[in-house]
């Protein structure tokens, strides 16, 4: 049943004088093309793309889609990227002409309705949050850590103080230090317990006057809530610094505890995690940040706010860092967002938060048999589980776990992350599965480990491509086909 | 509640076989005194119904594009997005995945992503493609960090001002807490002038940024301005706009070294401005430098042709603090749609569409100057977009009249230039007719603020 033929590249599919596209004839009065621009700026030939039939797009992608794992058709306890169902009535939302067909310089009198959802979305965010301010402008996560930090950057410069640290655990996402560096602070990295929690000790050691921002994820990658929250934020206070919350782990919170009453000063979302947004094969994301009061006019701009009964985009806002992209933001995944939260309202985001608890607990409670979690018998959110003991004794690696759990149907765990567990194996189920689905992943994990490490070695075997060389596309690298 | 699927007995036995008594029990760990102790403040929950019916009541307060008729251009164009690509873009298999980081559960999204890749090289006549960044404007803003690491010039970076206000705002908010100045360019006429750019590049400069065609719809002189930043040292940043490229020299034609757009113009609605794509292309000898995913060909074990990401030693995920960007999430979803509206297009769509966007801009531009109150600020070719100068100083009444008939007609440009507050950009793609242009022209002609400004 396979179809080597339709998944050829596009450019092996190509003839050339094929077409798809038919484009309405010319209907003003037609000039030379050299006549209306100068001909050294005029391209002899369109550039190469190739030519085909409009069946042999669809038949092409269509079959390329079928190649893929994804939430609508497999479990995906890709931990740290929260992959919930994404509910199709956001889809539908957000392909409403009245919301994809506007642009972004429309007169406001035009853009009435979705100034207003993007207002409420303000509103909404910051009520979540326990923050005072929100900006919607950043396009995912690792954008909302920078324009935060660079929020914080303005903040220090306008206080004429000249603080250059960023303080990262260890066990943070690569985005917080990545942020961190390009943001112009230099990012330090403070060791976590074997608990997984935040070294106090390290703490007092790096923190001084300097500190710009301590960047905690919290629940954390381990999916752990960390128990000294508020002495590291009393600490951190104290010197004068602020901390950032890295909100991808927000699902596990919604409604239960808010960042701005643990000590935040500032926090992303991940919207394409917590409130459904789909992934989208890679992007797009948003990375909506909240802020504290103090914080709030160093925020991109602009933000929309109301006057009178209108709502406008106000770009008077003198202390902004300016922009971190062009026009307003990810505005179709914050309305996927708006309906999410919409249709849950206070107590369905609770809910959400408790169930994803919940769910994760369990399958804890079934894994931890299976592969050692070191860090607890309870989590938050996700867990991750380690697969060193079975390296040890039968030479079987996350890697080989992650590669024969798609033989199953299971999407693999997020693997190696975070690098302080050896073999890690991060698991977050999400509210949207059912405890059968939990079960039978369970199952075969366990299945799995009971297998002939040979086999796994050589896992995935379903698959229409098993361990692909890594090494050589690094060495010699094919990146595009050849012309 | 929607999407829990743990009846209460489930919840019951995983309590059980958790060892908890109870929900609230499993929050245990987050202190007391730091949990919410009253229901979030926010409005009840809606059914799906209810949803629709608040969604159409926001709805019913735009005014969208396909009620109005659309000359607004400025980075995000009214372009026709065929069937083909809303069809391919709304497979969930595809929007409902990750990141293809586990290469065979994901060959059909790095496959794409692949062909997105090898598209963008064609387009742009570039070495290597990345696999999307967010959008234009913070694409532009990568592309001088990665100017200023690869030649290690950390002193300045030229951007003249016919570059998009917020392509240059987005600039310097990456560069404030770093030492990289931002040199503007004055561009009186509309375009960079020569002489003025070659005495503004030195040695201390990494990069100049040009956008072709411009801010303003003008077609810049790319091989001179290539030519001039070359004798520098420093490296010639394109900011194209995709379309163009069926009718203009490609960025690797005249020489850029990193070419960047806002992809959106391929098969992506307007959006308000986004979820949108941000290409960026370069130099083969700069790929290390690159920011973002990249998929490359390889073999698996079995010796089959197959995809996987690469170069990941650039990435934060590898390279924490050191890596070349922090970006994670890009706009996948909009490269595959790109890809599928390459694909569809092919060449002589390109060709075509870009020559109908030339001609009807080029007719626009004729019949407003034929009114006595209109002239082009910048009289240079242009492309699909010019700027019109209103003699009689009214932009903001004729914008809003021509509103009443039914047209966003322009872009006011005195929000970011001062001098050009007589001033709006207009721009004119496939799709607008004969007939909408003439009648735009007609309600500008007959526009009340005439009237108002003869009394
Ligand atoms: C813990 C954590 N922080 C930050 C990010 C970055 O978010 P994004 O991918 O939206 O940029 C991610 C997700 O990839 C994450 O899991």
Same mark, same amino acid.
């Given at each position: ?121 303000? &509103? ?7 923050? &005072? ?68 000790? !390290? ?189 040890? !004794? ?12 798609? !033989? ?42 009971? &297998? ?32 | ?336 749609? +790109? ?56 932009? +903001? ?29 207009? +721009? ?28």
């Amino acid at each position: 049943m396979k179809n080597t033929r339709d998944t050829q590249t596009i450019f092996e599919l190509s003839r050339s004088g094929r077409r798809a596209a038919r484009l309405p004839a010319c209907d003003v009065p037609e000039h030379n093309v050299a006549d209306l621009l100068p001909a050294a700026s005029i391209a002899a030939t369109p550039p190469a793309l190739p030519e085909l039939s409009e069946p042999a797009v669809i038949r092409h992608f269509v079959n390329l889609s079928t190649q893929n794992m994804s939430v609508d058709t497999h479990f995906y306890p890709l931990g740290s990227c929260t992959m919930k169902y994404n509910p199709k009535r956001n889809e539908r939302a957000a392909a409403m002409p009245a919301f994809a067909d506007l642009h972004p310089y429309q007169p406001a009198e035009t853009l009435q309705g979705m100034l207003q959802m993007l207002y409420e979305m303000q &509103e909404m965010l910051q009520e979540i949050s326990g923050l &005072e301010a929100c900006s919607l402008q950043p396009a995912a996560g690792a954008h909302g850590e920078l324009a935060a930090l660079l929020v914080a950057a303005a903040y220090f410069r306008d206080l004429g103080e000249s603080r250059t640290k960023v303080l990262v655990p260890d066990n943070a996402h690569g985005t917080n230090p990545a942020s961190a560096a390009m943001g112009g602070f230099d990012a330090v990295t403070l060791k976590t317990t074997a608990d997984g929690f935040v070294d106090l000790d !390290d703490l007092e050691t790096k923190l001084d006057e300097h500190v710009a921002v301590l960047m905690i994820t919290n629940p954390s990658t381990l999916g752990l809530f960390e128990p000294n929250m508020q002495v590291i934020a009393d600490r951190v206070h104290k010197v004068g610094g602020l901390i950032y919350l890295d909100g991808a782990n927000m699902n596990a919170i919604l409604g239960v505890a808010r960042p701005g009453d643990f000590g935040a000063d500032m926090q992303h979302y991940n919207p394409h995690k917590t409130f459904s947004g789909p992934h989208g094969g890679g992007g797009p994301g948003a990375g909506p940040i909240c802020v504290t009061e103090k914080l709030a006019p160093y925020l991109p701009t602009p933000i929309v706010k109301t006057l009178g009964d209108q709502f406008v985009l106000d770009y008077d806002r003198p202390k902004t860092i300016g922009r971190v992209r062009a026009f307003f933001g990810n505005v179709g995944v914050l309305l996927r967002a708006y309906a999410y939260i919409r249709t849950h309202g206070p107590d369905g985001l609770r809910r959400v938060s408790e169930n994803a608890v919940l769910n994760a607990n369990y399958l804890l409670s079934r894994v931890k048999h299976i592969l050692p979690v070191p860090q607890g018998h309870r989590c938050m959110h996700e867990f991750v589980a380690s697969a060193s003991d079975l390296r040890r !004794d039968k030479k079987i690696s996350a890697m080989d776990l992650a590669k024969r759990l798609l !033989d199953f149907g299971y999407h693999a765990p997020t693997v190696y992350f975070p690098l302080t567990v050896p073999e890690a194996m991060m698991i977050e189920p999400t509210e949207t599965e059912s405890k059968e689905t939990l079960d039978a992943f369970a199952e075969t994990l366990f299945r799995i480990t009971e &297998e002939d490490a040979d086999l796994l070695h050589d896992a995935p075997h379903t698959t229409a491509v098993s361990r692909p060389d890594e090494v050589r596309a690094a060495r010699q690298p094919v990146l595009s086909y050849p012309e | 509640m929607p999407y829990l699927y743990n009846t209460p007995e489930d919840q019951r036995a995983m309590l059980e076989a958790i060892g908890a008594g109870s929900i609230d029990e499993l929050f245990d760990p987050i202190p007391a005194y730091l949990q919410l102790d009253r229901p979030l403040n926010l409005p009840p929950a809606l059914s799906e119904m209810e949803l629709d019916q608040q969604l159409r009541l926001l709805a019913s307060r735009n005014r969208h594009a396909g009620e109005l008729v659309c000359f607004l251009g400025g980075g995000c164009y009214d372009h026709f997005v065929p069937a083909v690509v809303d069809t391919i873009g709304s497979r969930s298999e595809f929007y409902t995945s990750y990141t293809p980081y586990q290469a065979e559960a994901s060959q059909g999204n790095l496959q794409a992503v692949f062909e997105y890749q090898s598209l963008i090289t064609r387009l742009t006549g570039m070495d290597i493609s990345n696999a999307s960044l967010y959008d234009g404007a913070s694409a532009a803003a990568e592309a001088v960090l990665m100017a200023t690491s690869s030649t290690r010039r950390f002193g300045k970076v030229v951007v003249p001002e016919c570059l998009h206000p917020e392509y240059r705002s987005t600039i310097a908010t990456y560069l404030e807490n770093l030492e990289t100045e931002v040199v503007t360019l004055e561009t009186p006429t509309g375009v960079v002038d020569p002489d003025l750019l070659a005495a503004a590049v030195d040695e201390e400069v990494a990069a100049v940024v040009l956008q072709q065609p411009n801010f303003f719809g003008c077609v810049e002189d790319a091989y001179r301005v290539a030519e001039i930043t070359a004798a520098a040292g420093s490296l010639l940043i394109s900011v194209f706009d995709p379309l163009s490229l069926g009718i203009l020299r490609r960025p690797g034609d005249y020489g850029a070294n990193i070419a960047v757009a806002e992809g959106h113009t391929l098969g992506t609605p307007m959006s308000y401005g986004g979820p949108f794509l941000g290409i960026m292309a370069c130099d083969k000898s700069l790929v290390r430098r690159m920011p973002g995913r990249i998929a490359g060909k390889t073999v698996d074990r079995r010796g089959n042709d197959c995809y996987v990401l690469t170069m990941q030693t650039r990435e934060q995920h590898i390279r924490r603090e050191k890596a070349t960007s922090n970006v994670c999430t890009n706009q996948g979803l909009f490269a595959l749609r +790109a890809t599928a509206y390459l694909a569809q297009l092919g060449p002589q769509g390109l060709r075509e569409t870009a020559n109908l966007c030339l001609q009807k801009s080029h007719y626009a531009a004729e019949q407003l100057c034929k009114l006595d109150r209109f002239s082009l600020a910048f009289p240079v070719p242009t492309f699909k977009e010019f700027v019109i100068r209103d003699a009689e100083n009214q932009v +903001a009444e004729l914008l809003s009249s021509a509103l009443d008939n039914g047209f966003l007609a322009g872009i006011p440009l005195g929000q970011w230039y001062p001098q050009l507050a007589d001033c709006f950009l207009v +721009a004119v793609t496939e799709k607008r007719t004969k007939a909408e242009i003439d009648s735009l022209v007609h309600s500008l002609a007959n526009s009340e603020t005439k009237v108002t400004a003869e009394v």
